[in-house]
C-alpha cells in the first residue's frame, strides 16, 4: 500500500524508555493538521478485488488535474479492511467522515472537486438508510457500523497499515509501554487471567490459563520458551485474521511481544497462510519498523527485555491450523498433527513449552493492558468476555467485516447489522465455525452468540465465519461441499478421518441423487459418531458437525431427497429439471446459443424448450436470461 | 538444468543456513523463481539442508501450494470458499473443465492454461471469484469467464503474431 | 514410585512408568486390536483400533491405548458401546479399501465384522497406509527409502518421486513389518538397481 503524502511525519528514531512512546505519539499528533482533507481508500481484500487502486489512482490524478490549493496537500491514503466489504470499492472523505460506496474510477473528479475543496457531500454514491431511501453521510449514521462495536478493528480502516507513526497516533505500542514501565510479567498474567479473554481460534480455551499453565512447564523445563501466532486462518468463509494482519499488523505484533514479555520468550513466529501475501508483507514492513523503533528486539523500550520473531509463510495446508500440525510444520516437516497427549503448552514447537494464540487473541491482548482485565472482563457476556470479529458473508445484503460483544443475538448481527437476505425473505439457516461447525435454523435466530451458547445449540463459534444461507440453498450440498473440501485437507494420517470423511460424503452423494433410506441417515449419523470419537485430531473429530447439526434440524430436507426424491432448494443437480416459461420466453436466443451441449431448441422469437434428457443442468441459461423466463422445477 | 538456473537455485540456497527447518522456505522460494519444483533443485536442496529425499517429497506433496511439473502459460483458480461455493463456484469449476478440457489440478497439453481451485481466498463479498494471472474478477459468470478467455485468447494471437512479423 | 496401578475393565492393573495403556493391556493379557502399532518403531496412533474409553464417574472419553501413557487411577474400558462403534466402522472401512488383505479380513472377523457396507475401489489393494513401513525404514534402517507422499484422501506410500530409489538396500524389514501384506506387492516400486544388485549378492 502506498501513501500519497510525504515521509513519514516522523523520522524513525529509537525509543529509549516506555515513556518515550507517548512523547513520540504527542509529536506525531501535533505535527498533523486535523482539518487537512483526506481521502481514504479502502484496501482491503473485497475492496482490492473490486477495483480499488485503480480508484486510488484516479484520485491521484484527479488530485493533480484540479490543482488544488497546494497548502492544503490533500493526500490519498489506503487502508485495510473498512468492513463493508460488499459495496467496495469504499471511499472515506476527511475531515468530514463522508462514506461513499461502490466508488468508480470515474468518480474521484466529482468527490475532489465537491467533497475534498468545497466539503460537500456526493449523495448518489452515499449509503441510503433501507426503509426511507435516504442517504446516510458517515460511518455513524449506516446501521452495519453504528450497530457494532469495533475494538479490536479500531484502528482498521483508520491507518495506513504500512506507517507505524499512523498507528502509534491511534495508540499502538501504548499497552505495551504500561506493562514495561509497570508491570512485572507475573502482573500481566494476571491481567489477561482476570479479563477472562478465550482463544479466538476455535476452541475458546481461556488464554488466561494458557499462559498460566505455561508458566508451570517452564518452572518443571526450563526456557527457551516460544510464543507462536496462528496466522493460518483456513475456515472458508473467514477472512477476519487476514483483515488484522493486513489492516492493523501492529495490534497483533503488540499482543504477541506482550506474551513474550510474560512468559519470558525470547523467540516468537507468525505462521501465515500463504493465500495471504498482503498479511505477509504488512506483517514484515511492521516488524522492520518496530525494530527501528525500538519496539522489537534487543532491549525493547531501553527497559533490557529481548525479543524477534519471524515469519513463517504456510504452503497450503488447513490442517496447519491445529496446533500441532502447526509447530511440525514450522520445524520444516509436513503438518501431521502429533499424537500426543501431552498438551503444547508443555510439549510444542521443538519440544519445548509452547504458547500458541491466533491472530484475533493475540490482538486483543493490547486492550486488556492497555485498558485493564477488569474492563475487559466487562464486555460481552460472562463465560464469554469482550468481542468477536465475524466475518459476515453469504446470501446477506452487507457482506463484510462486523465486531460485536459477545452474546449479541444471531439475528442483530445477520438481519439489523447485516441488513438480512436481499429480498426481505427470512434467512433460511446460519452456518458458523466453518468445517467443524453447524448450522443454526431461523428459529434460533435469537441465539446469543458466545462460545458455550452456540455450543450448546450443537455448532461452534469457530474463527467467526458465519454463512447466511437461503431457501436456495440445500443443506445436504452444504454438507457434501465441507466434506469434500476436508477431504482434500485432511492430513491423511488416522483411518476415521481419512477413509470416513469419503465413506460419509459418498452417502451424501447417494442422497443428492435421491438415493438412500431413513437407514442410510441413520448409518451416517453412527459413522459420523464414530470420526467424532475415534479421529487423531480435531479436524476429523469436528469434520462431522455441518452433517450432524442439519440432519438434526433439517431432517425433513434430508427425507426428501430420499424419500421423495426432490431437493426442495433446487442445488441437487440429479433432482432438479431446468425449464423455460413459453410465457415469459421471447425466443431471444441466448440461452440456446450459451448452452455448452446445445439442448435448447426453438424457433426466433418463439418460446424455446430444453432437452431435459441432454441437459448438464449448468446453469447457464438460466443465468444468461435476461426476462427470468427459466427455472427450476 | 541449464548452468544459469544451477547457480540461481544455489543462489537461493544460500540465502537461508543449511537446516532442516528452513525447508519449506527454501522449496517456496525455488517454486516463485521456477513456478514449480524440479528433482534436481530438490535434491540440492537436500542436499544442502540434511534432509532425507523421501522427507522434502513428502513435504512437497503434502502442502498444496506446491507444484512438482511446470505450470502453463496462464493459471487460472477458482476459489471454491464457502462463500464462492454457495454462489455457483463448482459451476465455474465444470465450466472451465469443459472449455479448456482439462480437470481441475492439470495443465493443459498445450502448456497454455493450469486450472486450479482454492479454498477461500477472503474476499467472500464478490463471490463467486476467479483468479486469473493474478488478477480477481468479483461476481463471476459462465458467460464473463468466456468473455474473458476470449480475449485472452486474442491477446496471445496477437503476440504471436508480432512474433512472427519479428 | 516407579509402578501405577489403574484399572481394565474393572480389572486392577499395574504398569511400570513410562508405558502405555496398550503395553499395560498387552501385559496382563488382554486384547486390544491394533494393525499400525509395533513395539520396534514410535508409534503414530493412525489406525485408531486401540482405541480405548476412559472413564470417571459421568465423565467419558476415548483415547487411543498405544500412545496414552497408563496414569494412577485412571479406569479404562474395551469394549463399550462407543469403542466397539469406532472399531466397527474402521473395520468396514478397512475391507472396503484394502480387500485384498487377508490380515486384515481375519482381524475384522475376530471382533466380529465379516461384511462391509461400503464398495470397494480396488479388489487387489492391500494397503491401509499406515505408514510402518516408512517408519520401520527411517527409524531402524536409517535409511529413509520409504516415503508418504501426498495428503488426505490421496495418502500413499512410495518412494520419491514415485520411481525405484537406490537408497533402499532391499533389507526387507518393511516386509516384514507391514500389518496387511501389502509391502510384499509394492516392495518393487521402492526398490531401486543398486537394491536389487545387493540383494542378488546377498542370495
Not at chain 1, 466487562?378 to 445484503?397: A, E, Q
Not at chain 1, 433432482?575 to 416459461?581: C, R
Request: charged share 25%; net charge negative; aromatic share 6%.
Amino acid at each position: 500500500m502506498r501513501k500519497e503524502s510525504a515521509a513519514p511525519a516522523m523520522a524513525p528514531f529509537r525509543l529509549n524508555a516506555p515513556g518515550d512512546l507517548e512523547t513520540l505519539r504527542n509529536k506525531i499528533i501535533e505535527s498533523r493538521d486535523p482539518n487537512r482533507p483526506e481521502i481514504v481508500v479502502c484496501h482491503g481484500n473485497g475492496c482490492l478485488a473490486s477495483g480499488a487502486p485503480k480508484v486510488a489512482e484516479a484520485f491521484k490524478a484527479a488530485l493533480a488535474e484540479t490543482g488544488i490549493n497546494a497548502k492544503l496537500m490533500p493526500g490519498v491514503k489506503t487502508t485495510g479492511c473498512q468492513g463493508l466489504c460488499s459495496k467496495g470499492p469504499l471511499v472515506q472523505i476527511r475531515p468530514q467522515g463522508y462514506f461513499y460506496e461502490r466508488v468508480q474510477p470515474k468518480d474521484a473528479l466529482e468527490i475532489v472537486e465537491k467533497s475534498v475543496m468545497a466539503g460537500e457531500p456526493v449523495e448518489r454514491l452515499m449509503h441510503k438508510d433501507p426503509e426511507t431511501g435516504k442517504p446516510l453521510y458517515t460511518e455513524e449514521e449506516i446501521p452495519f457500523y453504528s450497530l457494532q462495536e469495533r475494538l479490536v478493528l479500531r484502528r482498521i480502516g483508520k491507518i495506513d497499515p504500512t506507517d507505524i507513526s499512523d498507528a502509534i497516533a491511534e495508540g499502538a505500542y501504548a499497552g505495551l509501554a504500561k506493562a514495561l514501565h509497570s508491570m512485572t510479567p507475573e502482573e500481566v498474567v494476571r491481567e489477561v487471567e482476570k479479563s477472562g479473554l478465550r482463544g479466538r481460534g476455535g476452541a475458546g480455551f481461556p488464554t488466561g490459563r494458557k499462559w498460566r499453565s505455561a508458566l508451570s512447564a517452564i518452572e518443571k523445563k526450563g526456557r527457551p520458551v516460544y510464543v507462536v501466532v496462528n496466522g493460518d486462518e483456513g475456515d472458508p468463509g473467514a477472512f477476519m485474521d487476514g483483515a488484522i494482519m493486513e489492516g492493523d499488523p501492529h495490534s497483533v505484533l503488540e499482543g504477541l511481544i506482550l506474551g513474550a514479555y510474560a512468559l519470558g520468550a525470547e523467540q516468537g513466529y507468525l505462521y501465515v497462510r500463504a493465500e495471504y501475501p498482503v498479511a505477509i508483507r504488512h506483517l514484515e514492513m511492521a516488524m522492520a519498523q518496530a525494530r527501528e523503533y525500538g519496539l522489537l528486539g534487543e532491549n525493547i523500550l531501553g527497559t533490557g527485555f529481548k525479543f524477534d520473531a519471524r515469519i513463517n509463510r504456510g504452503a497450503g495446508a488447513f490442517v496447519c491450523g491445529e496446533s500441532t500440525a502447526l509447530f511440525t510444520s514450522i520445524e520444516g516437516k509436513p503438518g501431521n498433527p502429533r499424537p500426543k497427549y501431552v498438551r503444547s503448552v508443555e510439549e510444542g514447537l521443538w519440544g519445548r513449552p509452547t504458547v500458541l494464540n491466533n491472530v484475533e487473541t493475540w490482538a486483543n491482548i493490547p486492550l486488556v493492558l492497555g485498558r485493564g482485565g477488569q474492563w475487559y472482563a466487562s464486555l460481552g457476556v460472562p463465560h464469554s468476555t469482550g468481542t468477536k470479529v465475524f466475518c459476515l458473508v453469504g446470501k446477506v445484503d452487507n457482506v463484510g467485516l462486523v465486531e460485536v460483544p459477545m452474546g449479541t443475538p444471531m439475528d442483530r448481527i445477520v438481519t439489523d447489522i447485516g441488513g438480512g437476505v436481499s429480498g426481505g425473505k427470512p434467512f433460511k439457516a446460519v452456518q458458523t465455525g466453518g468445517p467443524s461447525g453447524g448450522c443454526l435454523p431461523y428459529s434460533l435466530k435469537d441465539t446469543p452468540v458466545d462460545f458455550d451458547s452456540l455450543t450448546k445449540a450443537g455448532s461452534m463459534m469457530g474463527s467467526g465465519a458465519m454463512i447466511v444461507m437461503d431457501e436456495h440453498d440445500c443443506v445436504v450440498d452444504l454438507g457434501r461441499y465441507f466434506l469434500k473440501f476436508l477431504e482434500e485437507e485432511s492430513c491423511g494420517k488416522c483411518l476415521p478421518c481419512r477413509l470416513g470423511l469419503t465413506r460419509m460424503r459418498e452417502i451424501l452423494d447417494g442422497f443428492s441423487r435421491g438415493e438412500g433410506s431413513e437407514a442410510d441417515i441413520a448409518d451416517l449419523t453412527s459413522l459420523a459418531e464414530a470420526l467424532k470419537d475415534g479421529a487423531l485430531c480435531a479436524l476429523g473429530g469436528s469434520a462431522p458437525n455441518p452433517v450432524l447439526t442439519t440432519i438434526r434440524y433439517f431432517r425433513d430436507e434430508y427425507l426428501a431427497h430420499v424419500s421423495d426424491h426432490k431437493c426442495p432448494a433446487g442445488v441437487c443437480k440429479h433432482l432438479i429439471v431446468y425449464a423455460i416459461d413459453p410465457e415469459k420466453c421471447t425466443g431471444c436466443g441466448a440461452c440456446a446459443k450459451n448452452c455448452p451441449v446445445e439442448c435448447v431448441t426453438g424457433e426466433k422469437k418463439e418460446p424455446h424448450v430444453i432437452d431435459a434428457a441432454a441437459c448438464l443442468r449448468c446453469g447457464i441459461c438460466k443465468e444468461t436470461c435476461k426476462f427470468d423466463a427459466i427455472f427450476i422445477e | 538444468m541449464s548452468v544459469c538456473a544451477t547457480a540461481e537455485i544455489e543462489d537461493i540456497i544460500d540465502r537461508y543456513p543449511g537446516r532442516p527447518e528452513y525447508l519449506i522456505f527454501l522449496l517456496q522460494d525455488i517454486q516463485s523463481s521456477f513456478g514449480y519444483i524440479s528433482q534436481e533443485s530438490m535434491r540440492r536442496v537436500c542436499d544442502r539442508t540434511g534432509v532425507p529425499l523421501t522427507r522434502a517429497y513428502s513435504v512437497a506433496t503434502f502442502y498444496q501450494s506446491f507444484r512438482l511439473d511446470p505450470k502453463g502459460e496462464h493459471e487460472i483458480k477458482v476459489c471454491l470458499g464457502t462463500a464462492c461455493h454457495l454462489k455457483g463456484g463448482q459451476r465455474l469449476v465444470e465450466d472451465l473443465e469443459r472449455r479448456l478440457g482439462v480437470a481441475a489440478g492439470e495443465t493443459s497439453g498445450d502448456m497454455r492454461f493450469t486450472l486450479d481451485t482454492v479454498n477461500c481466498l477472503g474476499a467472500c463479498a464478490i463471490s463467486p471469484v476467479v483468479v486469473m494471472d493474478e488478477e480477481y474478477y468479483p461476481n463471476m459468470t459462465a458467460r464473463k469467464l468466456e468473455k474473458q478467455l476470449k480475449a485472452l485468447n486474442a491477446a496471445d494471437a496477437a503476440q504471436a503474431k508480432e512474433a512472427g512479423n519479428a | 514410585m516407579n509402578e501405577i496401578t489403574f484399572t481394565i475393565n474393572d480389572q486392577a492393573v499395574k504398569a511400570r512408568r513410562g508405558w502405555t495403556v496398550l503395553e499395560t493391556a498387552r501385559e496382563c493379557g488382554i486384547h486390544i486390536p491394533t494393525l499400525c502399532h509395533h513395539p520396534a518403531v514410535t508409534p503414530s496412533g493412525a489406525c485408531r483400533l486401540c482405541m480405548v474409553e476412559l472413564r470417571d464417574g459421568d465423565w467419558a472419553k476415548l483415547v487411543a491405548s498405544c500412545i496414552y501413557p497408563a496414569a494412577e487411577g485412571i479406569h479404562v474400558y474395551t469394549d463399550t458401546a462407543r469403542v466397539k462403534n469406532v472399531r466397527n466402522w474402521i473395520f468396514q472401512m478397512l475391507l472396503a479399501a484394502a480387500p485384498a488383505s487377508r490380515e486384515i479380513a481375519e482381524l475384522a472377523a475376530r471382533h466380529g465384522v465379516t461384511g462391509t457396507r461400503f464398495a470397494a475401489k480396488d479388489p487387489d489393494e492391500m494397503c491401509m497406509v499406515c505408514g510402518l513401513c516408512q517408519r520401520v525404514c527411517e527409524e531402524v534402517v536409517g535409511l529413509s527409502a520409504i516415503a508418504v507422499v501426498d495428503r488426505g484422501v490421496h495418502k500413499r506410500v512410495g518412494a520419491p518421486f514415485m520411481q525405484p530409489t537406490d537408497v533402499c538396500v532391499a533389507c526387507g524389514c518393511c516386509v516384514n513389518i507391514c500389518p496387511t501384506g501389502a509391502m510384499r506387492k509394492l516392495f518393487d516400486s521402492v526398490r531401486g538397481e543398486t537394491a536389487t544388485k545387493l540383494t542378488q549378492l546377498a542370495v
